[in-house]
């Protein structure tokens, strides 16, 4: 089976950045997009930033400019850099990938807290 297993959360004070990295293991053969959401208390998960295998990348509204996705296909890893980090952005963050093993599923992490401080 397959696994995505994120870190690089924590507790850092607003205008700080943080990386988080998600890694991909199992019976992978091609992993097509990489993504990351985020679910806050009370409120719906939403897109942060998505990737292709082809190198295109999304982002949504509220992170633009601050955050950046990036992947390691070599490492079946997705990253992503999270700079002037403000307190909404406080979240679960979840990783998901689009991965074909025998059958092409979609796949999610356990989640990595980020806690942004004022």
């Known amino acids: 089976q397959v696994q995505l297993v994120e870190s690089g959360g924590g507790l850092v004070q607003a205008g700080g950045s943080l990386r988080l990295s998600c890694a991909a293991s199992?019976?992978?053969?091609?992993?097509?997009?990489m993504n990351w959401y985020r679910q806050a208390p009370g409120k719906q998960r939403e897109l942060v930033a998505a990737?292709?295998?082809?190198?295109?990348?999304t982002y949504g509204d509220s992170v633009k400019g601050r955050f950046t996705i990036s992947r390691d296909n070599a490492k079946n890893t997705v990253y992503l850099q999270m700079n002037s980090l403000k307190p909404e952005d406080t979240a679960l963050y979840y990783c998901?990938?689009?991965?074909?093993?025998?059958?092409?599923?979609?796949?999610w992490g356990q989640g990595t807290q980020v806690t942004v401080s004022s």
């Open positions: 199992g019976s992978i053969r091609s992993i097509y997009a």
């Open positions: 998901n990938a689009d991965i074909l093993t025998w059958i092409r599923s979609s796949y």
């Open positions: 990737s292709t295998s082809c190198g295109t990348t």
